[in-house]
T-cell receptor, first 112, second 115 residues
Framework: DAKTTQPPSMDCAEGRAANLPCNHSTISGNEYVYWYRQIHSQGPQYIIHGLKNNETNEMASLIITEDRKSSTLILPHATLRDTAVYYCIVTDYSTSYGKLTFGQGTILTVHP | KAGVTQTPRYLIKTRGQQVTLSCSPISGHRSVSWYQQTPGQGLQFLFEYFSETQRNKGNFPGRFSGRQFSNSRSEMNVSTLELGDSALYLC??????????????FGAGTRLSVL
């Protein structure tokens, strides 16, 4: 799996957009980008994933650069409940078979 | 639809004992993955089972083992417990097939304390 690099922490004001960056410069053609988050003492929660096109769902948007070497997770209107550790994971299912490699992630703190 | 259920939620054991943790996946999911989370090492992959077969294994000693039953429920076992095995053990299920085959849904975890 390609290695990912994320900032250790970020702050965001409630109601504003939270933009969480992730670098994955060694990503290969078959690898997808996944985002999960973990709220304190809970199991990680799937947010969104993508291959090369931008994706949006009810939780967030995922912007992947054209060269696929980096991506940004966007929470459009952050709330206090979005305070969590956010993990960017790059993996190819055909070789990883159920293995997600979690890094240290980004601790996002949403302030009132 | 019920989520991933892990039992028990909390467990206290002493060194040298063994422990079995249980995981019931989301109905219809055939893949179950197990992870260990500690403050020092973060989230680490233990193993994955699909249709009762172990397909992938992380870098853990042989004291850590698992199995999956025909109804996709899974158990993991840790023998000869060590203090360093104290951790949150997380189970995740996924369909294992189709375009969303690798989206994993996690349970709340079992917190194991080894004294």
């Amino acid at each position: 799996d390609a290695k990912t690099t994320q900032p250790p922490s970020m702050d965001c004001a409630e109601g504003r957009a939270a933009n969480l960056p992730c670098n994955h410069s060694t990503i290969s053609g078959n690898e997808y980008v996944y985002w999960y988050r973990q709220i304190h003492s809970q199991g990680p929660q799937y947010i969104i994933h993508g291959l090369k096109n931008n994706e949006t769902n009810e939780m967030a948007s995922l912007i992947i650069t054209e060269d696929r070497k980096s991506s940004t997770l966007i929470l459009p209107h952050a709330t206090l409940r979005d305070t969590a550790v956010y993990y960017c994971i790059v993996t190819d299912y055909s070789t990883s078979y159920g293995k997600l490699t979690f890094g240290q992630g980004t601790i996002l703190t949403v302030h009132p | 639809k019920a989520g991933v259920t892990q039992t028990p939620r909390y467990l206290i054991k002493t060194r040298g004992q063994q422990v079995t943790l249980s995981c019931s996946p989301i109905s219809g999911h055939r893949s179950v993955s197990w992870y260990q989370q500690t403050p020092g090492q973060g989230l680490q992959f233990l193993f994955e089972y699909f249709s009762e077969t172990q397909r992938n294994k992380g870098n853990f000693p042989g004291r850590f083992s698992g199995r999956q039953f025909s109804n996709s429920r899974s158990e993991m076992n840790v023998s000869t417990l060590e203090l360093g095995d104290s951790a949150l053990y997380l189970c995740a299920s996924s369909s294992g097939t189709g375009s969303f085959k690798n989206i994993q849904y996690f349970g709340a975890g079992t917190r194991l304390s080894v004294l």
